[in-house]
């Protein structure tokens, strides 16, 4: 299971860095609540305020922590965070490597479906075979 600062860095980096990246941003602010309020965490923003602020969290995804706004505890839910993305060249997730998640996704069936029309007779056998299963009416007529 995931810590708390791991799950904290992991979702800034989905959420803010590598969408910021993809537009070709070269700042970004991340504001604490924001996090405290994505990850739904209770009583957790001194720990969102640490883990935005860590040395870990900038190296791995290679951000430059520029400064901070906010009370002068630094931990609240409306510090903002402001980094300059070092690296423009997409982060490496410690997890996954350097794909995102949906990057992961993209073609996961493109072998399945090779020639034009598979997808199609695929979604016909299977409404067939469910028509067939539960005597369900297709079309008026019971299968």
């Keep these: 299971m995931k810590s708390d600062a791991q799950q904290i860095r992991e979702y800034a980096w ?3 860095i590598e969408p910021a990246r993809h537009g070709g941003q070269a700042t ?3 504001k604490s609540g924001d996090v405290v309020k994505g990850l739904n965490l209770k009583n957790k923003t ?5 883990a935005l602020r860590s ?3 900038q190296e791995t995804y290679g951000v430059q922590l520029l400064g901070e706004q906010g ?3 630094g931990m609240s839910t409306t510090v903002v965070f402001t980094y300059n993305l070092v690296n423009q060249v997409q ?5 996954t490597g350097s794909q995102s998640a949906f990057d992961r996704l993209r073609g996961i069936a493109k072998t399945a479906f090779t020639d034009v029309g598979d997808w ?3 979604v016909q056998r299977d409404r067939e075979n469910f028509y067939r299963k539960t005597g369900a009416k ?3 007529k019971r299968g």
Excluded: A, L, M, W
């Design 28 to 30: 970004i602010r991340i």
């Design 120 to 122: 199609e007779r695929s």
């Design 138 to 140: 297709q079309n008026g």
């Design 46 to 50: 001194p720990s969102v305020c640490t």
């Design 55 to 57: 040395k870990i969290f």
């Design 71 to 73: 009370p002068p505890s």
């Design 14 to 16: 989905i959420r803010y």
């Design 91 to 95: 982060s490496k997730r410690p997890d």
